[in-house]
């Protein structure tokens, strides 16, 4: 069964199953697709419990510092202040759901991807974490990577659609060689990284590419 509450303007959804491992998935809105089956599918299949986290400001909220937005504007680098919201709440929900020890995972996809990797260089939440089309493409954050003196995570997925490379924007279509020098900087410092293709673009069949993120971030040894 998957219940549903809100948290500072996030909306979460959560499948539980007494486990002490805890997944937080981020996801636009228009993304989400029917998750609530696929969640209690997880969960069950995993032996997890699963949070999906939407209802954040897309462009800010996940962005690590500004930069130029993609159609105009900015993208408002507000991803500190929305880590510091979502610490507290992790604990509300976690002490709620009655979780004594914690592992904590967390897949993002686009720029959720991007904060999901960014926030292992500056908190230590997360045992590992998954970047789906992450969009690591993002103004600085490779010169950011190669400054970081510790990331607090161990284990590390990405992936992304064999197309995207040949996107008519620049800054979109330089996603892959981002990618690769970001799992190059990882594995540079001991840290364990998967990466694989996926057919298609940049979102393609989301919920069978979170799912591989997942069954790789869980099959440990």
């Known amino acids: 069964m998957v ?4 948290y500072h303007s996030l909306h979460l959804d959560i499948a539980t199953n007494g486990s002490d491992k805890i997944c937080y998935i981020m996801l ?3 993304l989400k697709e029917s998750e609530h089956q696929w969640l209690e599918q997880m969960a069950e299949r995993y032996k997890s419990n699963f949070i999906v986290i939407s209802g954040m400001e897309w462009d800010d909220d996940l962005t690590p510092w500004k930069a130029p937005g993609l159609k105009g504007g900015e993208f408002g680098g507000k991803a500190k202040h929305l880590l510091d919201r979502l610490k507290g709440d992790f604990f509300a929900i976690e002490n709620s759901m009655q979780l004594n020890r914690q ?4 897949i993002g996809v686009s720029l ?13 939440l997360f045992e590992a974490v998954g970047s789906v089309s992450g969009s690591l493409w993002y103004d600085g ?4 990577l190669k400054g970081r003196q510790e990331f607090h995570c161990s ?3 990405f992936s992304l659609g064999e197309k995207e490379k040949d996107g008519r924007n620049k800054r ?3 996603v892959e060689e981002a990618t690769k020098e970001t799992i190059d900087i990882l594995k540079s410092v001991g840290k364990e990284v998967f990466f694989e293709y996926n057919e298609g673009n940049h979102f393609g069949p989301l919920i069978e590419r979170i799912e591989k ?5 869980f099959t440990e040894g």
Request: glycine share 6%.
């Open 3 to 6: 219940t549903s509450r809100t």
């Open 28 to 30: 636009p809105e228009m």
């Open 103 to 106: 592992k904590r995972y967390m």
């Open 112 to 124: 959720s991807g991007l904060f999901a990797v960014w926030s292992t260089g500056v908190t230590p």
């Open 141 to 144: 954050f490779i010169d950011w």
């Open 155 to 157: 284990r590390y997925y």
């Open 172 to 174: 979109l279509a330089s």
């Open 213 to 217: 993120s997942i069954r790789y971030l």
